[in-house]
């Protein structure tokens, strides 16, 4: 693998465009499904749907998927368990308890606590404006998580946190371990190989999550939406979106790809309002412009 540089081609920039707005429906699609079935279930339908268009594409493209090594096993095994068992299970719990356009906005979190891990891990050093960016972008979450009433929930955390936001919560840092964790696994292993082994390792975790379940849900009353959330959650939100995804942090390093995952909440509010009928708070396009501003600062810093 080259070394991450500063440089992320116009093409590339584009790519990661798209996967965030990707990534933005699949809270349009995650609400639909953690609506109609058990969250297990629909975490491992959309993996199985993923996995088996993975598979098929490292065939077409690469030849196939290569043997792995002791470490690399281990590798793939982390990024399964992190960012598609772990997230998903709390994308979805999330999703079971609060609006898609409230969850989305959560991401906001990302790209600020990537920032942090990479200097305190990686040394990626963190100059003045950074620092600021990130105070901004948490303070924009604050006002996001808090529905702009910071003092309320200082007095009563339970009147704006609650089990949905816990669960997105800990989606963020399940996503953040998994950004992290993805540079080990690039040293050598392409995207596609990469994305592949870690969705088939995070499908055969829910499956084992999911058993109990599956046989609970009426699938032939399913009505065409879960269907269509089902196969863009595993397609579009999932295989297209997470090779892209590498791609981007091969060529450029995780603290510049991840940056991009700051127009997910965006997209997420705008296709919720749309699609969903969902109400957009003041307080959200508030806390929305601080973090998006702030993680625009850190990114502005990171690319000098």
């Given at each position: 693998m080259k070394t991450p540089t500063n440089h992320m081609p116009a093409s590339l920039a584009f790519k990661q465009v798209l996967v965030a707005l990707f990534w933005g429906g699949t809270f349009i699609g995650g609400r639909v499904l953690a609506q109609a079935m058990p969250l297990t279930v629909a975490a491992f339908g959309r993996y199985l749907i993923a996995s088996l268009l993975l598979v098929w594409v490292a065939f077409r493209m690469e030849g196939g998927l290569p043997r792995l090594n002791r470490q690399q096993v281990f590798s793939t095994a982390l990024l399964g368990l992190t960012g598609v068992f772990l997230y998903n299970l709390f994308f979805f719990g999330a999703l079971a308890h609060i609006p898609a356009g409230r969850t989305a906005?959560?991401?906001?979190?990302?790209?600020?606590?990537?920032?942090?891990?990479?200097?305190?891990?990686?040394?990626?050093?963190?100059?003045?404006?950074?620092?600021?960016?990130?105070?901004?972008?948490?303070?924009?979450?604050?006002?996001?998580?808090?529905?702009?009433?910071?003092?309320?929930?200082?007095?009563?955390?339970?009147?704006?946190?609650?089990?949905?936001?816990?669960?997105?919560?800990?989606?963020?840092?399940?996503?953040?371990?998994?950004?992290?964790?993805?540079?080990?696994?690039?040293?050598?292993?392409?995207?596609?190989?990469?994305?592949?082994y870690s969705a088939l390792w995070g499908c055969l975790f829910l499956g084992l999550s999911a058993a109990g379940h599956i046989a609970s849900v009426d699938w032939t009353a399913l009505g065409w939406p879960v269907w269509a959330a089902l196969f863009y959650m595993g397609a579009f939100g999932t295989v297209v979106a997470f090779v892209w995804y590498y791609q981007g942090i091969r060529a450029a390093g995780p603290s510049k790809t991840v940056i991009f995952t700051n127009l997910v909440p965006l997209f997420g509010v705008l296709l919720s309002a749309l699609l969903l009928g969902e109400s957009v708070l003041l307080s959200m396009v508030v806390g929305g412009a601080l973090s998006i501003a702030g993680v625009m600062m850190v990114n502005h810093r990171a690319g000098r």
């Open positions: 906005l959560f991401v906001t979190l990302s790209p600020v606590t990537v920032a942090v891990c990479s200097a305190v891990f990686f040394g990626e050093r963190l100059g003045r404006l950074r620092w600021l960016g990130i105070v901004l972008a948490l303070v924009g979450a604050a006002v996001i998580i808090t529905r702009g009433d910071l003092a309320g929930t200082v007095q009563d955390i339970g009147r704006s946190f609650g089990r949905g936001e816990l669960s997105m919560l800990c989606a963020v840092l399940a996503w953040v371990a998994y950004t992290l964790l993805s540079r080990r696994a690039l040293v050598s292993l392409s995207p596609i190989a990469a994305t592949t």
